[in-house]
């Protein structure tokens, strides 16, 4: 049975940093492929970021160069730091997991299998 479990969601002003995370069980996350997506109200679902089997990583053009994608191995962990935030990246956000793998991995949520609940992230101006 696979669980994404999500944390470090908050408040904070424009400009401030957070950093999510990711914890997995009954899935590997070394090998494997996740991704983060944010959802705002009344919009679609969009991926944030993406890491494939290697570490190679991808990212929306909105969030280049200001967040990171990375996992712990050793703790099984996702983590998505968010620096520079704006009011524009205020959202649920979740993590998720692909059985499948591509390079560059898709950040479009078709391509994931199992999902997290989510944290909400809420960025003021």
């Known amino acids: 049975h696979v669980q994404l479990v999500e944390s470090g969601g908050g408040s904070v002003q424009a400009g401030g940093s957070l950093r999510l995370s990711c914890a997995a069980s009954g899935y590997t996350a070394s090998g494997h492929c996740m991704g983060w997506f944010r959802q705002a109200p009344g919009k679609e679902r969009e991926g944030v970021a993406a890491?494939?089997?290697?570490?190679?990583?991808s990212y929306a053009d909105s969030v280049k160069g200001r967040f990171t994608i990375s996992q712990d191995d050793a703790k099984n962990t996702l983590y998505l730091q968010m620096n520079s935030l704006t009011p524009e990246d205020t959202a649920m956000y979740y993590c998720?997991?692909?059985?499948?793998?591509?390079?560059?991995?898709?950040?479009?949520?078709?391509?994931?299998?199992?999902w997290g609940q989510g944290t909400q992230v809420t960025v003021s101006s």
């Open positions: 890491i494939d089997s290697e570490g190679i990583t």
């Open positions: 998720a997991a692909a059985l499948v793998c591509f390079r560059p991995q898709p950040l479009h949520p078709t391509h994931y299998n199992y």
